[in-house]
């Protein structure tokens, strides 16, 4: 057992109450973190005049050589240590000597993981967000393959008024846009340096914090050190924005199986992207679609989680804190891989234009339409929606839709009806005529996927302060 400490004690630490304590499992996951927090730590304490040239040197070498071991698989993350700083630390004085030993000066694992964490989360950020440029991009193409692919419109999960794949897909793409646009405002907010915090109350040596943070890629220091070592705000600002991600991934997904079932057979998901049963032969199952929209409980599960962790504890630093960390981690993990595995699955699934088209119109979704070409007529509309509901009580009663109803028996019901009606209520026509922004209309989706390919011309237009190699 590897620990920092122990002057003070006179018994080594039993062996439940280490494994319990510990956090090396988990958190070497900061490994590169640390070390790159470390670095930065040691230049600023030479500049300071903290500690000598010589020691700086000997003390950034050292780092260099345990992350590259580490790299080349040379050095393992053995077990018996208490945490990765630790760990680093501990190698670092094997290798180096006395100089080691003045790493941590000035300095606090109270800081110092706080710092990890924050530097650990901003880069994920990043890479969220670039998954889900990705799965913009696809979402793009797929709609302007698809802007006069009819289908119907659903309220109530029941067919309400035509719309198209392009608009229908627009959707998700402006929920997505705002899930990164969330992203950016958590970066951003989240983008203070909390070294130099010490353990709660800052220090006496004359750290130089805001030059630390400009070497990390920070906006600036944080302006409370007690707040530094215990705010995890970001973390659970982070979790809450994963979770609307899920959110948003997860409705896409029943939509997807909902399309891809046999009753509707709107799309087909690739082979490559479906499973199939043990016993049934016929079956080609949606697994991937409803696991993402499984694991969305997770990332929840994840929020709830830190929240409840946060919820009663004192300034500043608690244990409690260490908490955070495996719930992040997972939660990350769970969205980039859903992400990645649904980006891939909506690129390679096929629409089916011809059964979506004939779902459209036959379920009276041009009724609303009808009502409106009686409007245009000069009727008013409360009375236009009572003729077209009778029309289409006289539909169901012969099977029928509007449009295959004669000229004379629409008159039979108002002989403001023309014959000029079926060209008014044709799918084609139903979706051009709609020209609100924001509409399925074609004219208006060409101007929305206009500002689409403007806005995803810059994949890192998000990030201007920090981008990653
Ligand atoms: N493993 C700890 C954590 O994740 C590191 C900080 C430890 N600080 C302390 N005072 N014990 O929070």
């Not at 000029?420 to 005529?433: G, M, N, Q, R, W």
């Not at 209309?441 to 806005?455: A, D, F, I, S, T």
Request: glycine fraction near 6%.
């Amino acid at each position: 057992m590897a620990q920092l400490w122990g002057g003070r004690f006179t018994k080594e630490t039993e062996e439940s109450v280490f494994k319990f304590n510990e956090s090396f499992s988990f958190d070497r996951r900061l490994f590169y973190k640390d070390i790159e927090g470390s670095v930065a730590h040691v230049v600023m304490l030479e500049k300071q005049k903290i500690i000598t040239l010589e020691e700086k040197d000997a003390i950034v070498k050292g780092l260099t050589s345990i992350q590259e071991d580490v790299e080349q698989g040379r050095l393992t993350f053995e077990e018996g240590f208490e945490d990765v700083h630790s760990f680093i630390e501990a190698k670092l004085i094997e290798r180096i000597g006395d100089a080691g030993k003045k790493m941590h000066t000035g300095r606090s694992r109270n800081d110092q993981v706080a710092l990890d964490m924050r530097l650990y989360v901003r880069e994920e950020i990043v890479s969220i967000d670039d998954l889900l440029y990705d799965l913009l991009k696809v979402i793009y193409r797929v709609m302007s393959e698809n802007i006069e692919t009819y289908m119907p419109g659903f309220t109530h999960l029941q067919k309400a008024q035509p719309v198209t794949v392009a608009h229908h897909l627009g959707a998700y793409f402006e929920m997505f846009k705002r899930d990164r646009s969330r992203l950016k405002d958590l970066y951003n907010r989240m983008n203070f340096c909390p070294l130099g915090a010490g353990a709660l109350a800052g220090t006496t040596y004359p750290l130089d914090r805001e030059y630390v943070a400009s070497m990390l890629g920070f906006e600036g220091a944080t302006l409370n050190s007690m707040d530094s070592v215990s705010d995890r705000d970001y973390c659970i600002e982070l979790l809450s924005s994963l979770s609307t991600v899920m959110m948003h991934l997860s409705r896409f997904c029943e939509e997807t199986i909902i399309w891809n079932s046999n009753e509707y057979r709107f799309i087909e998901i690739d082979d490559a992207y479906s499973t199939g049963s043990s016993i049934m032969p016929q079956k080609k199952n949606p697994d991937i679609a409803e696991l993402v929209r499984g694991k969305t409980g997770r990332v929840y599960g994840a929020l709830m989680s830190m929240l409840t962790t946060m919820k009663g504890l004192p300034l500043a630093y608690n244990k409690d804190m260490q908490e955070d960390k495996e719930v992040t981690f997972d939660a990350i993990d769970t969205v980039k891989d859903c992400l990645k595995l649904f980006t891939g699955m909506i690129d390679t699934m096929k629409f089916r234009p011809d059964v979506m088209a004939r779902s459209a119109m036959n379920g009276f979704t041009n009724a609303t339409d009808a009502a409106d070409y009686l409007v245009k007529k000069g009727v008013p509309f409360r009375d236009a929606h009572g003729i077209i509901g009778r029309l289409v009580l006289l539909c169901i009663e012969k099977n029928c839709s509007i449009e295959d109803l004669e000229l004379e028996e629409l008159k039979s019901i108002s002989d403001v009806f023309e014959a000029d009606l079926y060209d008014a209520i044709t799918l084609k026509t139903c979706v051009e005529k709609r020209l609100t922004k924001g509409a399925p209309g074609p004219k208006q989706m060409n101007e929305v996927l206009g500002l689409y390919e403007k806005y995803l011309k810059d994949r890192n237009v998000l990030y201007q302060s920090y981008v990653k190699e």
